[in-house]
């Protein structure tokens, strides 16, 4: 069935360094992709989103790559600090409110001082 | 900066009995949904909600699941007779149109 899955289920970097999150989706009817991070014992926190008409959005510290032609979608956050440990999750949509979000599996990201 | 809330944080039951998870959505979004996590795996879908009726359930969401939106601030998630696999985290999430779903901290659902 489609799903969204996530590469890798820890990724290990020191402060400072950059981190690279990936994700892969496997509905071609996708449109709408969010990144989501989610702390202990919290609820999933947006962090970013793209729709599919673009290909790179940044935000503060983060940015998220789409790449249509393979179905992959990354997170990139730069300088990593300690507060960014946490699970990332990529969720997907199609681009109209109301329409349920479907989950990858998580990555937990640790920060190393 | 408005938030959804949820009550309880953590809800303790007995197998059969029936618990009510509230919800407070961001007071002007329209669209509002059910998800739950089971410990260690990812977030599923439950149920959306828009106009006073269900607009999407998936299978999880059985005869056994209800939601309701008894006023205009609240949106209840029921579960009639617990089931020790319905422990799990239950979000609540809520959206306007043009923007991405905001989730609550959750209610961890314990079933014994």
């Known amino acids: 069935g489609e799903s969204v899955g996530l590469h890798l289920p820890t990724l290990s970097v020191q402060e400072g360094d950059n981190s690279i999150i990936n994700c892969a989706y496997s509905?071609?009817?996708?449109?709408?992709f969010i990144w989501y991070k989610q702390e202990s014992g919290k609820g999933p926190q947006f962090i970013i989103d793209?729709?599919?008409?673009?290909d790179k959005r940044q935000g503060q510290r983060v940015t998220v790559l789409l790449n249509k032609t393979v179905k992959h979608l990354s997170l990139q956050i730069a300088a990593t600090q300690p507060g960014d440990s946490a699970v990332y999750f990529c969720?997907?949509?199609?681009?109209?409110?109301?329409?349920?979000?479907?989950f990858g599996g998580g990555t937990r990201l640790m920060v190393k001082p | 900066e408005p938030e959804v809330t949820q009550t309880p944080s953590h809800q303790v039951t007995q197998m059969g009995q029936e618990v009510i998870l509230r919800c407070v959505p961001i007071?002007?979004?329209?669209?509002f949904y059910w998800y739950r996590q089971i410990l260690g795996q990812k977030v599923e879908f439950l149920v959306s909600?828009?106009?006073?009726?269900?607009?999407?359930k998936s299978e999880i969401f059985d005869d056994q699941f209800s939601v309701e939106r008894p006023d205009g601030s609240n949106f209840t998630l029921k579960i009639r007779s617990t089931k020790l696999e319905d422990s799990a985290m239950y979000f609540c999430?809520?959206?306007?149109?043009?923007?991405?779903?905001?989730f609550g901290p959750g209610t961890r659902l314990t079933v014994l």
């Open positions: 007071s002007n979004h329209l669209y």
């Open positions: 969720a997907e949509s199609s681009d109209n409110a109301g329409n349920m979000l479907t």
């Open positions: 793209i729709r599919s008409n673009m």
């Open positions: 909600f828009y106009n006073n009726e269900i607009s999407e």
């Open positions: 509905n071609s009817a996708s449109d709408y």
């Open positions: 999430a809520s959206q306007s149109p043009g923007i991405t779903q905001y």
